[in-house]
């Protein structure tokens, strides 16, 4: 409702805006056709008024709360002088071409917005929650944790929580930015601000609204300019500074020729008054802020979101990139990847038996050697289950002891085993007190981790591996990937001491940590962009993180590093160009050589090109 209402204003507001506009330049062109002197400076002042008024005012009130020197006031002393000493007609046309500039440039700034606005569209309206006399359509923000909501076909989920009932398609397009649907069955999550394609859903809520995915999203892509660039915050500072002095240069123009040397008062106070059109910081203060908004839209239309422009800065200069393993290049799922068998004993069976013995359990290991056995798996043969928290588990599997476990779980029960170094999680086996084999457990690789490194390094950006897992884990890992270095065995603040030293020792560059969101936090934090991927749900991500991947793949990470880079080429493009004409045509309006016409172009004009130019960002191709 809110969005709607504001939208609605907004075109209002826009179509107000153009009728203004048309309206004076009907009048403004009529005067020409008017003889009547009277009647001709009647309808210049006329058209000045309608479309000068609004600028005049935000002048008025910028004066009101102690900011004199803006571009509102500078059109407004520029204008009003022009017609003091009687050039109405370009007095009028300046105040026009400065709507209609401004016109478009809202225009401008409205679609750049299109790409993060478009994140508002996962809001959802309403959630229809089970009672005992049937559905009930309520508000989201209404429900609380435990209720049953219902999601028909078509419809958005409206909060976060895990599915009872039915199996369907959900389009996570809009929080991803991947295309393909996800298919979801009872048991799985479910995330607020996807679509429901096919099927009904029964969801049991586990998050409150004000929780959910959906609202921290919302909230971060509505506060994605608050922070600040440096680059946006010198150039305010810069307008600040700026913007008087070409108001004492006007003041001296006008003075130094006519007291010292006699000139006449209305040609170089004429020059004085297309000086200061010229001057307007216009370009500065609309272009730049502009070109870093494109670029966090641009980021949103791929499924990454960036929490400001400062980021932006520190994303386009990458030093060094440091990596979490498991969860990050890794999927962060177990998967046998090895057994090893004495004679006699087929592999076949000692996944059974381990399986058996795992049976109950929900371990991810344990899951991953159920996984890995092709036998069904009949509960009634087993019993006298015995488990030991973080050791192993005993069991009976039709007659037979099993134990399944670490070694130090084999030797308590009396039972030695060969102990071989293996890339992984080993886990023993024996079988009526002999040992009959071992399985190894490892982390699944992401199938683009390996490109993304390269990638990185072919950037000429450093890679570093932190894990805490074990020596032999960790270098097999980052062996394969070819990081540029690798640490093993960290705990979360040995991370942080290894991120700092980087900081320390990266000259001219940003040091990145990329990490799951979750027990990276620390990290996330401290370094200059924290990435989080995978972060789907992930509040601890979301709130730790300053950029966020909205899915789990790390090419993102490189997509974000060109998009920031194309963002401050044209940010720094519009500097120099606005600069460069601001100087040229300043230095011609003192010498006369620039009309008032050209001052209009060295202002409006050159706004209008740098606005134009900002926007080439939503286009950039990653």
Not at 8 to 31: G, Q, R
Request: aromatic letters at 8%; charged letters at 20%.
């Amino acid at each position: 409702m809110h969005k709607n209402s504001c939208n609605c204003c907004d075109n209002i507001h826009e179509k107000k805006d153009f009728i203004e506009i048309i309206f004076c330049l009907i009048i403004y062109t009529s005067a020409f056709f008017v003889h009547d002197v009277q009647i001709k400076v009647i309808l210049f002042i006329t058209a000045y008024i309608i479309s000068g008024a609004e600028i005049i005012i935000n002048s008025i009130k910028s004066i009101k709360n102690g900011v004199t020197f803006d571009e509102n006031f500078l059109m407004s002393i520029a204008t009003i002088g022009a017609i003091a000493i009687g050039e109405y007609p370009e007095a009028v046309m300046v105040m026009v071409l400065y709507r209609i500039g401004d016109y478009f440039q809202d225009r401008a700034v409205e679609n750049s917005k299109q790409s993060i606005a478009s994140l508002m569209d996962i809001r959802p309206d309403y959630a229809f929650v089970e009672t005992e006399n049937g559905l009930k359509k309520v508000s989201p923000e209404t429900v609380k944790i435990g209720e049953i909501i219902v999601i028909k076909s078509g419809e958005k989920i409206p909060l976060d929580g895990v599915i009872i009932e039915g199996e369907s398609s959900l389009d996570t397009s809009a929080l991803t930015g991947e295309s393909a649907p996800r298919f979801v069955n009872v048991g799985d999550k479910a995330i607020s601000g996807c679509i429901n394609l096919d099927g009904i859903l029964k969801i049991e809520v586990e998050k409150e609204y004000i929780n959910s995915t959906v609202a921290h999203i919302l909230d971060l892509a509505e506060n994605a300019g608050a922070n600040k660039a440096k680059t946006e915050k010198y150039i305010t500072k810069f307008a600040r500074y700026y913007t008087p002095i070409v108001i004492l240069c006007a003041i001296l123009l006008t003075l130094i020729p006519v007291l010292i040397w006699g000139k006449s008062f209305n040609v170089w106070f004429g020059r004085a008054l297309t000086f200061l059109v010229i001057s307007c910081p216009c370009a500065f203060v609309i272009s730049v802020p502009l070109s870093f908004f494109a670029g966090i839209g641009k980021a949103s239309k791929q499924g990454i979101l960036i929490k400001g422009s400062n980021f932006i800065e520190q994303l386009s200069k990458p030093n060094v990139i440091l990596f979490d393993k498991t969860g990050t290049l890794t999927k962060g799922e177990f998967r046998v990847s090895q057994v090893i068998c004495e004679e006699g004993i087929e592999q076949e069976d000692l996944l059974y038996y381990g399986a058996c013995a795992e049976y109950y359990s929900t371990h991810p290991i344990a899951n991953a050697i159920k996984y890995a056995c092709k036998k069904e798996i009949n509960p009634e043969i087993i019993h006298n289950v015995e488990g030991k928290t973080g050791r192993g588990v005993k069991a009976d599997i039709d007659g037979e002891h099993i134990i399944i476990g670490s070694k130090k779980m084999l030797e308590e029960n009396d039972v030695s085993a060969p102990d071989y170094i293996m890339p992984g999680t080993t886990i023993f086996l024996a079988k009526n007190g002999q040992y009959i084999g071992q399985i190894v457990i490892t982390d699944m690789i992401k199938d683009e981790s390996y490109e993304t490194i390269q990638n990185l390094k072919s950037k000429k950006i450093k890679t570093v591996m932190l894990t805490g897992d074990t020596e032999v884990i960790g270098r097999t890992v980052a062996n394969y990937l070819g990081v540029d270095e690798a640490h093993t065995q960290l705990l979360p603040e040995d991370k942080v001491k290894i991120l700092e030293q980087s900081k320390n020792s990266a000259k001219n560059g940003s040091v990145m940590f990329v990490g799951d969101g979750v027990n990276d936090a620390p990290v996330l934090r401290q370094a200059d962009v924290g990435i989080a991927m995978g972060a789907l749900g992930s509040d601890a991500a979301i709130e730790a993180a300053d950029v966020v991947i909205m899915n789990d793949n790390l090419k993102k990470i490189s997509e974000a590093i060109n998009i920031s880079k194309n963002t401050m080429k044209i940010v720094n493009q519009n500097i120099v160009f606005a600069i460069s004409i601001k100087l040229l045509f300043l230095i011609g309006g003192a010498y006369g050589l620039v009309t008032m016409w050209g001052a209009v172009f060295a202002d409006v004009g050159v706004t209008l090109l740098a606005v134009i130019n900002s926007l080439r960002v939503l286009n950039i191709k990653i």
